[in-house]
């Protein structure tokens, strides 16, 4: 069974101080490993999308990588306005559907 | 250009009875899919289509049907409503099998 954690739960850091969110995966045979970001009360905003080990793709402070078993969201001097839950998700090779994770909900303090 | 709309936003039924909630995306996405979020269980796939007239069961579908009569538009119905399926229903759509999904607002849902 294809599944998705993601850990920390919940990250709280201080405006600038950069850190990871790690998404651990088991899949069989992966065709996609997505990133989202969910604002409170709204749906989530696509990211990125990594195919295969050892890609990687920015995006203003964001940064995300991956390995054959997990992929990281780099955060690099986060600002307030990246306070967000950040949702990783995994589609397996021949199939329609997206395995999400629980989520990171991040807070960045001014 | 709208992206993916939904209608309603928020709804209450009574145990019993009936309703339809409505997608629709400009993308011109073939991909579409249905999916509920609840607390502590991360967003779960009811129903999606890989093109107009065409439907598919996700993971969780018993209760749930689905129409996609058009290309634009993809219609996830309650038949009778169960305090189960009080939750939060995002609509994506997708241009292709391993492209990121594109997600409208929500609708939240409330079923006594």
């Known amino acids: 069974e294809d599944q998705v954690t993601q850990s920390p739960e919940a990250l709280r850091l201080q405006e600038g101080e950069s850190s990871s969110l790690n998404c651990s995966y088991t899949?069989?045979?992966?065709?996609?490993l997505f990133w989202y970001r969910q604002d409170p009360g709204k749906g989530p905003e696509f990211l990125f999308t990594?195919?295969?080990a050892g890609e990687e793709k920015e995006k203003e402070r964001l940064k995300a990588t991956l390995t054959k078993k997990e992929s990281f969201l780099h955060i690099t001097a986060p600002k307030p306005e990246d306070s967000a839950t950040y949702l990783c998700?995994?589609?397996?090779?021949?199939?329609?559907?997206?395995?999400f994770g629980k989520g990171t909900k991040l807070t960045v303090n001014p | 250009n709208a992206g993916v709309t939904q209608t309603p936003k928020f709804r209450v039924l009574k145990t019993g009875q009936s309703m339809t909630l409505l997608c629709a995306q400009d993308?011109?996405?073939?991909?579409m899919y249905w999916y509920r979020q609840d607390p502590g269980m991360g967003l779960r796939l009811i129903h999606y289509?890989?093109?107009?007239?065409?439907?598919a069961k996700g993971e969780v579908p018993d209760g749930y049907n689905v129409s996609r009569l058009k290309k634009q538009n993809f219609l996830l119905g309650l038949e009778s409503a169960a305090p189960s399926q009080t939750s939060v229903y995002f609509c994506?759509?997708?241009?292709?099998?391993?492209?990121?999904?594109?997600f409208g607002p929500g609708t939240r849902l409330t079923v006594t």
């Open positions: 994506a759509s997708s241009y292709f099998q391993s492209a990121g999904q594109y």
């Open positions: 899949v069989s045979g992966l065709r996609g």
């Open positions: 990594l195919y295969s």
């Open positions: 998700a995994v589609q397996a090779r021949g199939s329609e559907k997206l395995v």
């Open positions: 993308m011109n996405h073939e991909y």
């Open positions: 289509s890989v093109g107009e007239g065409t439907t």
